[in-house]
């Protein structure tokens, strides 16, 4: 007979069916979770509440680049120091995040919200690849400009570096690729920053 957990407050099961709801969590990590938050004093859950609300209501994505942010340009973008003319172009936040903690990439960034997979059903047109194709069309010079496809090396993300290649091509933008310092399917989020930065550094042609 399979376990079920018995709650002797309501108040806590609904505590435990909402912190169960983010991924990764089960429900018994959900319930040393819910019996943490209510040791803790009632400023400290407050506080982190409070964030939680904070970020849902008020965080937005950069206008440019679709980067999370707090204002309608991120900090990145609106960084007149950084080579407005360099895109980095990842699939997620914690891409950018990744890339920014090796210190070695002083460019801009253009976040797609994920890569092609037909097997899942994304498509080109549920990602951001059109806006990208927008900001390289409103580039003056764009031959003298760089996108970067910083993509994960497994096949799905192969087939996106291409298809955007593909857009962006006639335009004589210069497009690179990642130094094959990653393994064959290797996530940019889990590379440690040294072999991630010296992708970044030593990027080659990209080559279709």
Known sequence: MP?????PSQLLSEAVEAISSLPGVGRRSALRLALHLLKQPA??????????????DDACYCRRCRMISDDELCSICADRSRDQRT???????RDVMSIEATGQYH???HVLGG???????????????????ERVAQLEDPS??????????????ETTAFYIYRQVEASGIRVSSLARGLGFG???????????????????????
């Open 3 to 7: 376990y079920k957990e018995t709650y």
């Open 43 to 56: 400023e400290n859950v407050h506080h982190f509440t409070d964030a939680i609300d904070h970020l849902r």
């Open 87 to 93: 895109i980095c172009v990842v699939e997620s936040v």
């Open 107 to 109: 460019g801009v960034y």
């Open 115 to 133: 890569i092609i997979s037909p097997l899942g059903g994304v498509g080109p047109s549920d990602l951001t690849i059109k806006e990208l194709c």
């Open 144 to 157: 003298s400009a760089e996108i970067i496809l910083a993509l994960s090396g497994d096949v799905e993300g």
């Open 186 to 208: 290797d996530d940019l989020e889990y590379a440690d920053t040294l072999t991630l930065g010296r992708s970044i550094v030593n990027r080659q042609e990209f080559r279709p």
